[in-house]
C-alpha cells in the first residue's frame, strides 16, 4: 500500500493545521490560571466554532478558486435576522431557524447567481453585495438588541456542554461537518467545485456540471455563514449590525482558510483544514490573554504572529521546483 | 476596389472604437446623471462652489486610488491601504511635535513610512510569493498593532502640521484647492509612468501574463516590489492630507476608504484581473464614487439605504459594462 504517502500528501494542509491548532491550544491551557477544565475549553470552543462555520463559508467559495467578501456581512444579516424571529414558541424558533438559513442561502444565490450569469469577478461582486446585506441587516437592528421572548433555553442548550463535559458547540460543528461536508465532498457537485477550482476549462471539457457547481458553492457558503451568525445570536442573545465586526470576520475568515492549507489559486485544501485554521487562529488570539501581556501590544503581537503564520503556509517560494513556475 | 474602399471605412470605424472606452464613456454619463438627478434635489448641485468642494473631497480618494489602479492594473490586491493611510497620518502628526524640522520632515516622513510597509508587503509578493491578499491583510494588521501600541489606543494628541493643514485645504492658485492640485499631480505623473515608460509597459506585461513578462526580460520581481511601496506611499500621502483636512489624524480614519478605492478603480474600467485599464476612467470612477455618496447624503436617505443603493449600483454598473468575455 503506497496509498498512505499519497492522502498524506493530500492532507498535508489539514493536518499542519491540526498540529498547530494543538500546539497553540496547549499553550494556552497549560498557561490558563484556571487549567484544562471543562468551563474553559466551552468558551474556548464557542468563540472558536463561530469563525469556524465563517471559515468554511469562505472555504467554499476559495475552492472554486474564487473568494467571498460578503461572508462577514452574511454573518451579521443572520445574525440580525435572528435576533428576530428565533422566538417564541417550539415551532415558531423552528421556523425561525429554519427562515434564518433560507435567508443565508439565498444571499449566497444572489452572490452566485451575479457571478455566475452576470460574469463579473466574485472579489468585485462580493464587494458590492456585501454593502447591501449589511444595508438590511442595519435596517432591521439600527440599535443592538433582541425580542424579550428570544429563544435563551435552545442558546444555553447549545452553547452549554452535554454530559457536563464536552461542548455543545464542538458536537454541532462535528455534526455540520457529518452532514454537509462529508456528503458534498464525495457528491458530484463535491468533486465539479474541486475540478473548477483547479481549471475551470478542464472541469467543463470533461463535462461537469461547471455552473451548478459553482452555484452550490456560494449557497452552501451563504447557509454556513448564517449558520455561524445564528451561533453568534445565541452566545450574544441579541443581534447588532456591527460593520467592524462584519469586517473582521471576513479578513479573519481568509486568514483561517490559509492557514487551514486551502490555497487561494483554488482547488486544493478542505473544509476540515478550515475549520483546524480557525481554531488555531482563535488560540492564538486567546494565547494573549493568559500571558498577561499589556493589552495595548496586543494587536500589534496578534498580527505579527498571523503574519507569520500565514506567510510560512502560503509562500509559493517553497513549493516550486522550476524557477518559471513562480511566475504563472 | 469597393472591397478596399469597405475595409478601409470598417478600420476607420474600429478607430473610432478603440478610441472610446466604453467603461469610461459610461462612468462620464452617469456622473452627468448623477449631477442631473442631484440638482433635482437642490439647486446649489451645479453651482461652481458645490463642483469645488466635491472635486476637494474626490482628492483623497484620488491620490489612494491611484495607488490601488496600479497593483490592480498587476493583477493584485492591496488590502493594507486603512492602516498604511493611519500610519501616514499619525506619523506626520507625530513628526510635528518634534520642533520646526519635524514640521518640515511632517510630509516626507508620513509617506516614508507608508513606502517602506509597501515595501515589505512588496518583498512578500514578489519573492516569496505569497497571495497579495494574504500579505497586505497581515501587514494592515501588523500596521494597526503598530499605531495602537504607538498612541496608546487613544486619540493620538498630536495635530497637523501647518504645511499639511495648507495642502489640504490652502489654495494656491485662485479658486482651485490645494488637494486637487495634489491629485492632478499624482495623476499626471501616473499617467506619464503607465503610458510612456518602460515601467508603465511592464506593469500592463505582468498584469497580463508574468511568465511571458519575465521571458521577455523584464525584472517583473523589482517592479511588483515597487509597485507595492508606491502604492504604500500613496495610500500614506492620502492620510497625510486627510490628516490636514481634518486638523489630526484618527483612529480607523482609513476603514472607509478601501472599498471605495476598489470600487472607483473597478467602475473606471480596470480589469480585476489586471494588464488592461486607463487612468481617466479610474478619475472618472473617483468623482462617481464621491457623488454618489454626496447624493446620497443630501437626499438624507438613512445609512441602511445609503448601503444598499450603494451597493446596488456598484452591481447595476459593472453589469452594464465590467462583464468578462464569455470565453469556453
Known amino acids: 500500500m503506497k496509498d498512505w504517502r499519497y492522502i498524506l500528501a493530500e492532507q498535508r494542509g489539514t493536518l499542519l493545521a491540526l498540529a498547530l491548532f494543538l500546539l497553540m491550544f496547549t499553550i494556552y491551557v497549560t498557561n490558563h490560571p484556571?487549567?484544562?477544565?471543562?468551563?474553559?475549553?466551552?468558551?474556548?470552543?464557542?468563540?472558536?466554532?463561530?469563525?469556524?462555520?465563517?471559515?468554511?463559508?469562505?472555504?467554499?467559495?476559495?475552492?472554486?478558486?474564487?473568494?467571498?467578501?460578503?461572508?462577514?456581512?452574511?454573518?451579521?444579516?443572520?445574525?440580525?435576522?435572528?435576533?428576530?424571529?428565533?422566538?417564541?414558541?417550539?415551532?415558531e424558533i423552528t421556523l425561525g431557524l429554519i427562515g434564518v438559513m433560507a435567508a443565508g442561502a439565498a444571499c449566497g444565490a444572489l452572490n452566485g447567481l451575479i457571478v455566475i450569469y452576470?460574469?463579473?469577478?466574485?472579489?468585485?461582486?462580493?464587494?458590492?453585495?456585501?454593502?447591501?446585506?449589511?444595508?438590511?441587516?442595519?435596517?432591521?437592528?439600527?440599535?443592538?438588541?433582541?425580542?424579550?421572548?428570544?429563544?435563551?433555553?435552545?442558546?444555553?442548550?447549545?452553547?452549554?456542554?452535554?454530559?457536563?463535559?464536552?461542548?455543545?458547540?464542538?458536537?454541532?460543528?462535528?455534526?455540520?461537518?457529518?452532514?454537509?461536508?462529508?456528503?458534498?465532498?464525495?457528491?458530484?457537485?463535491?468533486?465539479?467545485?474541486y475540478a473548477v477550482g483547479s481549471s475551470d476549462q478542464a472541469a467543463y471539457m470533461s463535462g461537469l456540471p461547471v455552473r451548478l457547481g459553482r452555484f452550490s458553492a456560494f449557497v452552501l457558503s451563504g447557509f454556513l455563514a448564517s449558520l455561524g451568525g445564528i451561533f453568534l445570536t445565541f452566545i450574544t442573545y441579541s443581534g447588532e449590525a456591527s460593520l467592524a465586526n462584519g469586517d473582521n470576520y471576513t479578513l479573519f475568515s481568509i486568514a483561517s482558510v490559509v492557514l487551514g492549507g486551502v490555497s487561494l489559486y483554488g482547488g486544493r485544501g478542505s473544509a476540515v483544514g478550515a475549520i483546524f485554521g480557525a481554531l488555531a487562529f482563535r488560540a492564538i488570539g486567546d494565547l494573549l490573554f493568559v500571558f498577561d501581556l499589556d493589552p495595548l501590544w496586543q494587536p500589534l503581537f496578534q498580527g505579527i504572529v498571523l503574519g507569520l503564520a500565514v506567510t510560512l503556509g502560503a509562500a509559493r517560494l517553497f513549493q516550486v521546483r522550476n524557477r518559471l513556475e513562480l511566475f504563472n | 476596389?469597393?472591397?478596399?474602399?469597405?475595409?478601409?471605412?470598417?478600420?476607420?470605424?474600429?478607430?473610432?472604437?478603440?478610441?472610446?472606452?466604453?467603461?469610461?464613456?459610461?462612468?462620464?454619463?452617469?456622473?452627468?446623471?448623477?449631477?442631473?438627478?442631484?440638482?433635482?434635489?437642490?439647486?446649489?448641485?451645479l453651482s461652481p462652489e458645490y463642483l469645488l468642494q466635491q472635486l476637494k473631497v474626490a482628492s483623497f480618494l484620488g491620490v489612494i486610488a491611484t495607488g490601488m489602479m496600479l497593483i490592480i492594473l498587476l493583477g493584485h490586491i492591496d488590502l493594507s491601504v486603512p492602516w498604511l493611510l493611519t500610519t501616514g497620518a499619525m506619523m506626520a502628526s507625530a513628526a510635528t511635535a518634534y520642533g520646526t524640522a519635524g514640521a518640515i520632515l511632517a510630509i516626507p516622513f508620513g509617506v516614508a513610512c507608508g513606502f517602506v510597509m509597501g515595501l515589505i508587503s512588496g518583498i512578500g509578493v514578489a519573492y516569496l510569493r505569497i497571495p497579495a491578499m494574504i500579505v497586505t491583510l497581515a501587514m494592515n494588521a501588523i500596521a494597526q498593532g503598530l499605531m495602537v501600541a504607538f498612541t496608546g489606543g487613544a486619540s493620538p494628541a498630536d495635530s497637523a502640521s501647518p504645511a499639511m493643514r495648507y495642502l489640504a485645504t490652502g489654495e494656491l492658485i485662485f479658486g482651485i484647492p490645494n488637494a486637487v492640485l495634489v491629485w492632478a499631480v499624482v495623476g499626471g505623473v501616473a499617467v506619464f509612468v503607465l503610458s510612456r515608460t518602460g515601467f508603465g509597459r511592464s506593469v500592463y506585461a505582468i498584469g497580463n501574463r508574468e511568465g511571458a513578462a519575465y521571458l521577455s526580460g523584464v525584472p517583473t520581481q523589482r517592479i511588483l516590489m515597487f509597485a507595492f511601496a508606491i502604492s504604500g506611499a500613496l495610500a500614506a500621502l492620502g492620510g497625510v492630507l486627510l490628516a490636514g483636512y481634518a486638523g489630526k489624524a484618527a483612529q480607523s480614519m482609513g476603514d472607509v476608504y478601501l472599498l471605495p478605492a476598489i470600487a472607483s478603480v473597478v467602475l473606471g474600467g480596470t480589469s480585476i484581473l489586471g494588464g488592461r485599464g486607463n487612468y481617466l476612467g479610474t478619475v472618472a470612477g473617483v468623482i462617481l464614487i464621491t457623488l454618489l455618496q454626496s447624493i446620497l447624503s443630501v437626499m438624507q436617505i438613512a445609512e441602511f439605504g445609503r448601503q444598499i443603493i450603494y451597493g446596488v449600483v456598484i452591481v447595476a454598473m459593472l453589469l452594464l459594462y465590467g462583464r468578462e468575455k464569455f470565453t469556453r
Open chain 1, 118 to 193: 452576470g460574469r463579473l469577478q466574485p472579489i468585485v461582486t462580493t464587494i458590492a453585495t456585501g454593502a447591501i446585506f449589511f444595508g438590511i441587516a442595519l435596517w432591521l437592528r439600527p440599535y443592538p438588541g433582541s425580542e424579550p421572548d428570544f429563544a435563551a433555553d435552545l442558546a444555553d442548550a447549545l452553547t452549554g456542554k452535554l454530559f457536563d463535559t464536552v461542548p455543545a458547540s464542538l458536537v454541532f460543528l462535528a455534526g455540520v461537518i457529518v452532514v454537509v461536508w462529508i456528503p458534498f465532498r464525495r457528491s458530484l457537485i463535491g468533486r465539479t467545485v
Open chain 1, 34 to 91: 484556571a487549567g484544562f477544565t471543562p468551563n474553559v475549553v466551552t468558551t474556548a470552543a464557542n468563540k472558536g466554532v463561530i469563525l469556524a462555520l465563517v471559515a468554511m463559508a469562505q472555504c467554499f467559495v476559495v475552492l472554486t478558486a474564487g473568494i467571498d467578501l460578503s461572508v462577514g456581512m452574511v454573518f451579521i444579516l443572520a445574525n440580525c435576522l435572528g435576533s428576530y424571529i428565533i422566538a417564541g414558541s417550539a415551532i
Open chain 2, 1 to 45: 476596389m469597393t472591397i478596399q474602399s469597405s475595409r478601409e471605412r470598417h478600420s476607420f470605424w474600429h478607430a473610432i472604437a478603440a478610441r472610446i472606452d466604453l467603461p469610461i464613456v459610461t462612468a462620464f454619463a452617469c456622473i452627468i446623471v448623477l449631477l442631473l438627478v442631484g440638482s433635482l434635489y437642490s439647486e446649489n448641485f
